[in-house]
């Protein structure tokens, strides 16, 4: 099993270019979520998912959107992307919600200038 | 806002000391995990506690839940280089929400 995967590992962006990340499980969760990680910060939830088709706001949503077309799969979106949002991004899954256990993938390193 | 925040900031120890790191929410939870992230890796789970828990073990990791004091403490035993990561703690909301809330982490450094 490869777990939970991201790609790419490391972008660059410009002000105003758009952007999808791509975070794949194989490990049939239901729960999908993308997170963001700032220098000192912890980690805060952007999106995240329940099921298939599925997706709801969290902590920072604004200037993302994501997508579960298939249950495995958990897009997020920039679609003009700015300095802000140099971070890096993690995904996670988990088989049931918040008492459950997460499985991170590595992370895309993304900066925009 | 964080719903946990990790005590110390930042922890220097020797190998073979012990790691003790605290945790500390705001409102009532369900449960509490412990997770480790090795520097440009992302997070490992390492312990769940459930709120009708006071404390559990897992290898050389002990931790502790107070819930009337809405902390938690991760304890590590003789610490080891390979320990030298951040650890963050995570909560939930009692209320149901499905969002997990992670604190800004406590960085340890574990020197050989």
């Known amino acids: 099993n490869a777990g939970v995967t991201q790609t790419p590992k490391f972008r660059v962006l410009k002000t105003g270019q758009s952007m999808t990340l791509l975070c794949a499980q194989d490990?049939?969760?239901?729960?999908m979520y993308w997170y963001r990680q700032d220098p000192g910060m912890g980690l805060r939830l952007i999106h995240y998912s329940v099921g298939e088709g599925t997706t709801a706001k969290g902590e920072v949503p604004d200037g993302y959107n994501v997508s579960r077309l298939k249950k495995q799969n958990f897009l997020l979106g920039l679609e003009s992307a700015a300095p802000s949002q140099t971070s890096v991004y993690f995904c996670?899954?988990?088989?049931?919600?918040?008492?459950?256990?997460?499985?991170f993938g590595p992370g895309t390193r993304l900066t925009v200038l | 806002s964080q719903q946990g925040e990790e005590d110390p900031q930042a922890l220097s120890i020797q190998e073979g000391e012990n790691a003790t790191m605290n945790c500390s929410y705001k409102t009532s939870i369900n449960n509490l995990q412990w997770y480790r992230q090795n520097s440009g890796r992302g997070l490992v789970h390492l312990i769940l506690?459930?709120?009708?828990?006071r404390e559990k073990h897992s290898g050389r990791l002990r931790v502790t839940l107070d819930t009337s004091k809405k902390s938690s403490s991760l304890l590590i035993t003789a610490s080891r280089a390979a320990d030298t990561a951040s650890y963050f703690c995570?909560?939930?909301?009692?209320?149901?929400?499905?969002?997990?809330?992670f604190g800004r982490g406590t960085s340890l450094i574990v020197h050989p």
């Open positions: 490990m049939n969760h239901e729960y």
């Open positions: 996670a899954s988990s088989r049931q919600g918040v008492t459950d256990t997460q499985y």
């Open positions: 506690i459930r709120s009708n828990e």
């Open positions: 995570a909560t939930d909301a009692s209320g149901g929400s499905y969002i997990p809330t």
